[in-house]
């Protein structure tokens, strides 16, 4: 009986192996796929590819493969592009065949295949171009953005003064903060810090961030069919998805109720006002279940990113003191304290902007980019691609490119200063990504930045609670995003 077993053992081994060796085959075209390390069956490159700091294993096989190699997530191919020139030949100068979104497991079985984010082919690109045209035109005539953001940044200055110069964790009043910027575009309304089921919505879309960067969302990334019957913590994620969407369902019903199709507010009302032209347009992509999944979407993608990003900057301000002076410094120059901080006055403050952009360069926040694919088998550089192959573009080897950015691991605004002290754009600064996938958000996101850190540093100075050599810059998760380590700092009124 053992060595039945022992025969069976190894029987399936070989059935796995071979089963392993004709997916690759039926994936290779009719050209060879780009190098990589040699998968096992059914676990991939489990053994080079550490869950928990995904890019920085990935970084090592670039370094070792060169600016094109592929890698097994579990037993699905994924080819990586590896610094800026293959990055800008893929996503810029190849757009359409590298357009389509990538394999996206957690995403995939959130959306189905709805919204903005992980949507596909025509209507990924109906619903992207009604959401862009919207956000430029927001309001109809009605308050700017801008105007927006900095009505928050007076409601945030409130919630800092309250903590009195005692230690503070700033992750909540910054998630409120920008929530509320977006909450404002989509339902043209705000929400108090205090209010108890906003706050549990912070908390929601802040464990969705956690979890997808776990251990266990990673192993979820690849290996999705096997964990989508087996318990565990990786399931409660998406229970937390469906409370985001019941809150933006809530929201769409008060609009419809409400709605006057002659003057839209927010973009729930130019939706609804689409869908009502398209009712009898079949197969139109401007329905009610697209509605909310692209909804949900900029609700989480304009909270998150931009909230972490401005709370792995004050950290940053707080390790480096002096960069604060040099911010605070310029701000008095230019703006003064008569008035707030405005986009306009960016252009007057290279040393602000060099810093906001380094702040964004040295976090690499997304450092994988959201995934691609290739819409057909794709001849690329001398390898062949498969249609459908899911490609990572690897933004943080572009963010930290050697060649671009001096000593690229330090904190440095000097990487976006020229030497007489005027600003320094870079084609290498492509933290949104970048082609027909770059982030729809990225002038708000970067408006919001800008404006809220000035209108801070403008207010208050930063102190930490420890000594400034004893905060660690290093992210407490990095799988798809960095997660800053958490934090406290005083506020000291200037």
Not at 254 to 263: C, I, N
Not at 315 to 332: C, F, G, R, T
Not at 385 to 402: A, E, H, N
Request: net charge neutral; with cysteine.
């Amino acid at each position: 009986m053992e060595l039945l077993g022992a025969t069976s053992a190894v029987l399936l081994v070989c059935i796995a192996c071979l089963l392993s060796f004709m997916a690759r085959r039926k994936r290779s075209g009719k050209g060879k796929m780009p190098p990589g390390p040699v998968p096992l069956p059914i676990l991939g490159n489990m053994l080079q590819v550490k869950p928990k700091d995904l890019a920085k294993t990935l970084h090592m096989l670039g370094e070792k493969y060169g600016p094109v190699f592929t890698v097994h997530l579990g037993s699905e191919p994924v080819v990586v592009l590896y610094g800026y020139d293959v990055m800008k030949e893929a996503l810029i100068d190849r757009a359409d065949e590298f357009a389509v979104r990538g394999h996206m497991p957690i995403g995939d079985r959130a959306n189905n295949g709805l919204g903005i984010i992980f949507s596909n082919n025509e209507e990924w690109l109906q619903v992207r171009r009604f959401t862009l045209s919207t956000l430029r035109n927001f309001g109809m005539g009605k308050r700017s953005i801008e105007e927006r953001i900095q009505e928050e940044a007076e409601f945030l200055l409130e919630e800092i003064t309250k903590t009195e110069r005692m230690p503070f964790d700033p992750t909540s009043m910054l998630s409120c903060a920008v929530s509320n910027i977006i909450c404002s575009i989509l339902f043209g309304n705000r929400y108090d810090y205090k209010d108890k089921k906003f706050l549990a919505l912070m908390d929601n879309m802040n464990s969705i961030f956690q979890m997808a960067n776990s251990y266990w969302g990673q192993l979820y990334q690849m290996f999705p069919k096997i964990l989508d019957y087996l318990p565990g913590p990786h399931n409660k994620i998406f229970a937390e998805f469906d409370i985001l969407k019941a809150f933006v369902s809530e929201e769409v019903k008060k609009h419809q109720a409400s709605l006057d199709p002659r003057s839209p507010q927010d973009f729930i009302d130019c939706f609804l006002n689409k869908m009502q032209e398209e009712k009898e347009r079949a197969n139109s992509n401007f329905h009610l279940k697209n509605l909310i999944t692209s909804s949900f979407d900029l609700l989480i993608a304009g909270t998150e990113t931009t909230s972490t990003t401005i709370r792995y900057g004050l950290l940053l301000l707080l390790k480096y003191p002096k960069i604060q002076e040099k911010v605070q410094e310029e701000i008095d120059q230019v703006v003064g304290r008569a008035r707030r901080p405005c986009v306009a006055d960016r252009t007057q403050m290279p040393y602000t902007d060099a810093v906001v952009h380094e702040i964004q360069r040295f976090i690499a926040l997304v450092p994988l980019g959201l995934p691609h694919a290739v819409t057909k088998d794709t001849h690329f550089r001398e390898y062949v691609i498969p249609k459908g192959t899911t490609i990572f573009p690897l933004l943080d080897s572009v963010l930290y490119d050697s060649k671009e950015f001096v000593n690229p691991k330090e904190f440095n605004p000097g990487h976006f200063l020229n030497e007489n002290g005027t600003f320094r754009k870079s084609k290498f600064f492509i933290p949104f990504s970048a082609g027909k996938r770059a982030c729809p958000g990225e002038s708000l996101a970067r408006m919001e930045i800008f404006l809220l850190i000035a209108t801070i540093l403008q207010n208050f100075t930063l102190r930490p609670v420890v000594n400034p050599e004893e905060i660690s810059l290093t992210p407490t998760l990095s799988g798809t995003t960095n997660i800053p380590p958490v934090y406290q700092l005083c506020a000291l009124p200037r």
